[in-house]
Structures are given as C-alpha cells and as structure tokens.
C-alpha cells in the first residue's frame, strides 16, 4: 500500500529550508524517525512506502533528494533509482539492510551517489543529506564558473568544465561523487591520499566510520575507467597512477 506524506510545516529558518527530500521505506518506523529528523532540519519531506509510489511522487514532486531503500515492495530500490535518474538527474543516498558490498555497487552503478547500512544513527544520515545537497550547489556553481582545459594522465582526460571523464577518446559515465573523487585524486597524482582525507574533502564528513563508503566508490570508480589507474596503499588510503614522463 502507498505512503504518502508531505509537511507543511517545515522551518523556513532551518539550514534544510525549501529543499525536497523523498524518503522511500517500508519500515514504517524507520520511515517515521527519518522523516521527523528531517523536518526537525527544516527539510520538506514527502514519503512513500513500495517502489511504483515512489517513481510517481518523484516525477510530480521533483524532490532534491532521494532517500531510498534497497528492499522495497512493488520493485526494489535499484529499479526505483534507475526510472528516477532517467526521469532527471537527483542525488540519491541508497539504504540497505544487508552490510553486502554488492549491494553497495550494483547501487552505486545505477545513480546512487551514498550508501549507508541499517541500523545507522540519525544524526549521520542528516549529516549526509546536507553533505550531498552541498554537492550538488558546489557542481552548480563549478558549472556557472568552469575551469577552464582539460586534464589530461595519459589516456585519461578530465573536462572540469563539462564535468566528463573519458578515457581513451571514450566517454565514461561517472555519477557526481564519482567525479569529484576522481577529480581529488587527480589533483595530486601518484600523490597517497588516506581514506580519512578523502571522506573529508569529497564528503565533507570526517568520521572514520564511513571509510568503507570511499573503498565502494573507489572500486566502482576503478570498474569505469580501469584498475590499474588507481593504487591501494595498504593501510593507508589511494593514489591515482599516472604515466611516467
């Protein structure tokens, strides 16, 4: 069954104020504690419970932010995330109950830009919301004032302008966190970037606990544009390889 909800009463004055987020479970509970720390932030919020209300609220709702379960009835989170990303692109932090890196790529593959795994504290997953919102202002606003040229490593060309990745004349697909990790790994090539830095400055979270969130994004970023581009400093993070001149 459909559950739809939409606030009314979102604090204009809060950091979340007039931005849109869907929040798609069917766990009623965690439904319910997601969406009334998001109204807490000064979000609006609409919800719905199974896979086909959540394509239809998104489309007529245009949210800024997706929430979204992996398991969900009607069709599952992925396919949810696939119709939603053709309708227009829109960050999408997937949930998941099962800590199964698979799921975590197969996510990140279909548009998702974050993961986090059940059971998470609501503080964190705020803290992610506006982390991805940042996200898309900074791209915003990289767009409206573009670097200009495009870096090239080799094979490898990044056009910060257009925001595109190709390697070897081909373009590559990459969603906007997998951009921005590239882009921050390119920025000191061969240079040893920890998983800590890179939480940092890509999402702009600094606890240790989402470590795994960069070693995902990193293996799916190696899947796209190949393995051996970028290094595995054991114990220590990762470095993008470059040609040697």
Not at 10 to 33: F, K, M, N
Not at 190 to 214: N, P, Y
Not at 222 to 230: F, V
Request: hydrophobic content about 40%.
């Amino acid at each position: 069954m459909e559950q739809t909800h939409t606030s009314h009463n979102a604090t204009s004055a809060g950091p979340g104020a007039q931005r849109r987020v869907l929040v798609v479970e069917d766990d009623q509970t965690i439904l319910d504690a997601i969406a009334t720390r998001l109204r807490a932030e000064g979000f609006l919020v609409q919800t719905a419970g199974d896979g086909p209300s959540a394509v239809d609220t998104a489309e007529a709702w245009q949210p800024d932010l997706l929430i979204l379960d992996i398991m969900l009835p009607g069709f599952d989170g992925l396919e949810v995330c696939r119709r939603v990303q053709a309708q227009r692109p829109v960050p999408v932090l997937m949930l998941t109950a099962r800590d199964d890196e698979t799921d975590m790529l197969v996510g990140l593959g279909v548009g998702a830009d974050d993961y986090m795994t059940k059971p998470f504290s609501m503080r964190e997953l705020a803290a992610r919301v506006h982390v991805l919102l940042r996200r898309v202002e900074r791209a915003a606003l990289a767009a409206a004032t573009p670097r200009s040229g495009i870096l090239r490593l080799g094979e490898l060309e990044i056009d910060h302008a257009q925001r595109r990745v190709r390697v070897r004349s081909e373009d590559v697909h990459l969603t906007p966190t997998e951009f921005d990790l590239l882009v921050c790994l390119a920025n000191t090539p061969r240079a040893v970037l920890s998983r800590e830095q890179l939480l940092a400055e890509v999402w702009d979270w600094a606890d240790a606990s989402g470590t795994r969130t960069v070693d995902s994004h990193i293996k799916a970023l190696r899947r796209k544009i190949g393995a051996e581009r970028i290094r595995t400093v054991h114990g220590v993070g990762y470095a993008l390889e470059t040609p040697t001149p």
